[in-house]
């Protein structure tokens, strides 16, 4: 049987730590910066952690299903 593949998405969006935390950006980043504050975009560079079951759910995806 072949291996199993990691999701392409979700291997781009996240990334596991060694205590297996998973980490993620902020959304709404991207474009449109001239109409956000200053203080909106800086609150947006800081990433952000999964809780729960949607970190186990990533877990999943990463280690290939």
Wanted: charged share 35%; hydrophobic share 30%.
């Amino acid at each position: 049987m072949p291996k199993m593949k990691t999701h392409s998405g979700a291997k781009d969006r996240f990334r596991v730590t060694r205590t297996g935390k998973v980490l993620h950006e902020k959304m709404n980043k991207n474009h449109m910066l001239e109409k956000k504050t200053s203080k909106r975009k800086r609150r947006l560079s800081a990433g952000g952690e999964l809780a729960g079951g949607d970190a186990a759910q990533i877990r999943k995806l990463l280690r290939g299903h």
